[in-house]
């Protein structure tokens, strides 16, 4: 019994483990380097696409392991027609920021419709995409980098050298030396956290629900509570929030909701589970692979704003292999490559496990080509892992 | 004594919860027509396939002896060595490939990296011209109808150097003309030398052909009738078929209390979703009470499964027309969700593929169909979800122990009382359950019926989907018997015995069976 327990615990925290054994190697490789509180903003700031699109990418994973190859296309090309419309058409940034969303939405749900309800293969249609919104990248740029000059808009979207969250509780109390908001956030998640982790307890037992042990989920809110603050602390350190993790957060927390407590993110379950079943119990599924696709498209514009809102400027080669990252985290993160398996937090573990290799060998001077290798090496142990550890339990 | 080609000596397979053949004796005479025959879930299928090496040796218990050796299949390609080819039910040919690829596919002629065209076709066309069959090897299986694909296979079975041909129901999906070429094909060959077994329901077919008939019911041999010596009639084969005692295997019902029609379907026409052009329900009508066990009983492939499918929001087929009048009122049902909406439920016949989500728990297999129910403005309440859930899971008795189990870890027996308690939370007024204790233990099998017999107390309806004989006649108050997508009879459960419903079938099949 107890040999199973330990089993069952290495199966389910395994990509949290790796984690842990990645961040404590790169630690030691790099002399502690990697755990400085300026490397902390950037891992997040530089990966924020990759969180904004894996939440987008495990929707569409989840409906049968489905991928999308065009999202690093799209992302180019809305924020190339972001970036035209501020400069070139001198547009308000609100303006283009809504015109950048909407034009998002229409591309996702103009391949969404050919998924969903002409059925043709996802690979297809969305390779197809890749190459018509790389081409009208290039043609609506004219082929040259545009360069951004909207502070508010790089501002809001956490780009350029000033991308904090500013710190205004700091400011009334004159404290310069560390960043008061980002510590009372941290704070703040922490009791929040806590706080719903005892009502939910208190609600399951209320309704006959198994709980489980009152010492494991202690633990585990422990350590997840020291998680937040360690990180807190460390970005209070430096200069705060950076505005991008604020945008990835807000995404997560919305899509971990979804996915987990909606009727409509249960369905995305049952169609990757299981499409005829879901079909023959009333459930709209060529609908759901539409949501699945046209929210694609939305979160792809939403990255786009944060890659050129980063880098100041659109160009034509932006958003290359995004959507590569995007599936390769799903999938190390403990997304199915058959669908119906798979959660945003899981995700973010896979997204967070590749943004420290990238990181922990740039930082460790390693090159770029075998930072490659690498990644791929890692993205095909945790698919065999799955699929080996599916096997044995039939 | 005519020589023995082949004997299967007490052969017993078991599944997990099931015994599918329990020491069954089979012998095969050189050079003649055997004919295999028994009701679905007998186990004939099941015979052939451990006789074929399907199920590799060790997987059964028993010995098989073929031409005075013990064999021990692995692997089909283990049989076919030794000449023994199965044609199974469902077609096998792949469509886009010609009809000189397919018969030598996995048999290739010239060396394995360099297939030889030219003999390839070659032999292919003498062997089309040994099944009388006039094609050319280059032309592409989907354009040839389903009589000629029928040849191709047993042209590719008698490529593969077949000494003992074994046919799994070959006439099934071929028309009058057809089978009796095929037939006449068999008996051709069998002047020649070749060794057939012909699993078949059409017992006017058997009839024709067969030199030996071997019955068989519910995993054991029942007896083998010889042409010549024991007089061969249809009655007498059914007799051997179904001739079991009816004992309590069933629950009894205390005094029915049906009530008015709640559901009449009239002129019900259905179209198969791929060849449109294909009738599978043609023109049926009938009708249900409220509180009324209606059972349908018919042979598989009678279309018993398309007709309840499709009159559930059209799930199955294409172009469906006709009417369905619910409580007096006609209702137009485009989509599971408008049937459900509308107070039915169909608990499919297939509940790994079309029912359940295996990977998933207890808890949301059950609330799957009515998520409403369990949530507010999009919103699940998780505590809700539970209690639902341990609620069906009491009431149906399912053995587990938490509603958080997955699907996949549960019997059948529970899997389908799954199935059932996620229909069930629907609150349907007319539940459609298609074999509803298919592959299920006998205790199981008595609670689903329980459970039936609860539903109905409750002043619902239940449509009933069998291919089992005792269970319709033991579970229903009425009875249509169905046969190639038509109802071809209405009984009342007090005149209906199994002989008098296969005599239905049969003597339906020989109106479209013809003369042979």
Redo the contacts between chains.
């Keep these: 019994m107890e040999k199973v327990k330990v089993t069952e615990f290495f199966r389910k925290y395994t990509m949290i483990l790796a984690l842990v054994v990645v961040i404590i190697f790169f630690s030691v490789s790099t002399g502690g380097k990697l755990l400085l509180s300026q490397n902390i903003a950037n891992l997040v700031a530089q990966n924020a696409y990759v969180y904004v699109l894996a939440t987008g990418m495990l929707l569409a994973i989840l409906t049968g392991g489905n991928i999308d190859l065009s999202v690093g296309s799209v992302v180019c090309f809305v924020g190339a027609i972001g970036a035209v419309a501020m400069e070139s058409w001198k547009w308000a940034g609100t303006a283009a920021v809504i015109f950048v969303l909407l034009a998002g939405i229409i591309i996702g749900a103009f391949q969404a419709y050919w998924i969903a309800y002409v059925r043709v293969p996802p690979f297809i249609v969305t390779l197809s995409g890749m190459f018509i919104f790389r081409g009208l990248s290039n043609v609506v740029l004219n082929g040259k980098a545009v360069s951004l000059k909207n502070d508010a808009f790089i501002r809001v979207f956490g780009g350029g050298a000033n991308c904090y969250v500013p710190d205004f509780i700091g400011k009334i109390f004159g404290i310069e030396k560390i960043n008061v908001l980002t510590l009372t956030v941290g704070v703040l998640i922490c009791i929040a956290y806590v706080l719903i982790l005892f009502r939910s307890r208190g609600?399951?037992k209320?309704?006959?629900?198994?709980v489980k042990p009152l010492t494991s989920e202690i633990v585990k809110m422990a350590i997840i509570c020291a998680v937040v603050l360690f990180l807190t602390y460390k970005l209070a350190m430096y200069k705060g929030i950076p505005t991008a993790l604020m945008w990835v957060a807000v995404i997560v927390v919305v899509y971990g909701y979804i996915t987990s407590?909606?009727?409509?993110g249960?369905y995305f379950?049952?169609v990757g589970?299981?499409e005829?079943?879901?079909?023959?119990?009333?459930?709209?599924t060529n609908r759901v692979y539409f949501i699945a696709y046209t929210n694609l498209g939305f979160l792809s514009a939403i990255a786009g704003l944060l890659t050129i809102a980063r880098l100041t400027s659109a160009q034509p080669t932006y958003g290359q292999n995004y959507e590569m990252d995007a599936i390769g985290s799903c999938f190390i993160g403990g997304a199915s490559a058959y669908g119906?398996?798979g959660t945003v937090p899981g995700v973010i573990i896979g997204a967070t496990l590749m943004g420290v290799i990238n990181l922990g060998m740039s930082i460790m001077g390693v090159d770029a080509n075998w930072q490659k290798v690498v990644k791929g090496v890692v993205l095909l142990v945790a698919v065999i892992f799955d699929v080996v550890s599916k096997k044995q339990k039939? | 004594m005519a020589d023995i080609l082949l004997e299967m000596r007490n052969i017993t397979k078991t599944f997990p919860g099931v015994k599918a053949l329990d020491n069954v004796n089979f012998k095969v005479e050189k050079g003649e027509i055997h004919a295999l025959v028994g009701e679905n879930g007998a186990g004939k299928s099941t015979l052939m396939n451990v006789l074929s090496g399907t199920y590799p040796y060790g997987s059964y218990e028993g010995d098989i002896i073929y031409n005075g050796e013990v064999c021990r299949f692995n692997k089909i390609k283990d049989s076919e060595e030794k000449g023994i080819v199965i044609i199974h039910q469902e077609l096998a040919l792949i469509p886009y490939m010609t009809i000189g690829e397919n018969m030598f596919l996995g048999n290739e002629r010239g060396s394995k990296l360099a297939i030889d065209w030219d003999e390839t076709h070659g032999m292919a066309c003498r062997y089309l011209k040994i099944v009388g069959l006039n094609e050319s090897s280059d032309v592409l299986i989907k354009d040839i109808g389903v009589g000629k694909q029928q040849l191709v296979e047993i042209a590719k079975a008698l490529a593969k150097d077949a000494k003992l041909l074994i046919l799994d129901e070959p006439t099934s999906s071929l028309n009058e003309e057809d089978s009796k070429a095929l037939l006449d094909l068999l008996l051709r060959f069998k002047e020649e030398g070749l060794t057939s077994i012909i699993i078949s329901h059409k017992l006017n077919e058997v009839a024709y052909v067969a030199d030996h008939i071997t019955v068989i019911r519910d995993g054991a041999t029942i007896e083998t009738l010889d042409k010549k010596t024991d007089d061969i009639t249809e009655t007498r084969i059914i007799k051997g078929m179904v001739g079991r005692e009816l004992s309590d295997r069933f629950p009894k019902r205390p005094d029915a209390d049906i009530g008015d029609i709640c559901m009449e379907v009239r002129n019900w026409n259905v179209y198969h979703p791929v060849y449109t052009e294909r009738k599978v329900v043609d023109n049926v009508s009938f009708n249900v009470r409220k509180g009324e066990v209606v059972g349908i009983s018919g042979l598989m492939g009678a279309g018993r499964t398309e007709l309840a499918m499709s009159i559930f929001g059209r799930s199955y087929g294409s172009n469906a027309s006709g009417e369905t009048i619910l409580n007096g009122k006609k209702v137009v049902m485009k989509s599971a969700r408008d049937a459900i909406n509308n107070g039915i439920a169909y608990v499919t016949e297939d509940r790994k593929g079309n029912g359940l989500i295996l990977n998933k728990s207890i808890k949301e297999n059950t609330t799957l169909a009515n998520m409403g129910g369990i949530s507010s403005k999009g919103v699940i309440d998780r505590n809700k979800e539970y209690a639902v859930a341990v609620e069906y899971k009491n009431k149906l008795n399912t053995k587990t122990p938490s509603v958080e189990q997955l699907v996949s870890n549960l019997s059948g027996g529970n899997q389908q009382k799954v199935l059932l308690a996620k229909w069930m939370f629907t609150e349907p007024e007319i539940l459609i359950l298609d074999e509803p204790t298919r592959g299920i233990d006998v205790g199981a099998k008595y609670e689903i019926y329980c459970i039936i017999n609860q539903l109905v107390s409750e002043g619902k309806s239940v449509i009933m989907i069998s291919s089992e004989l005792p269970e319709i006649l033991g579970m229903s108050d009425r009875i249509y018997v169905m046969n190639d997508g038509k109802i071809v009879a209405e009984l009342d459960a007090c005149d209906a015995t199994q002989e008098v419903i296969m005599s239905k079938i049969i003597s339906m099949n020989e109106k479209t069976g013809g003369e042979v």
């Design positions: 609600n399951k209320k309704n006959g629900y198994e407590k909606t009727t409509t249960r379950y049952a589970g299981n005829k079943a879901t079909k023959l119990s009333g459930i709209n119906g398996v039939d």
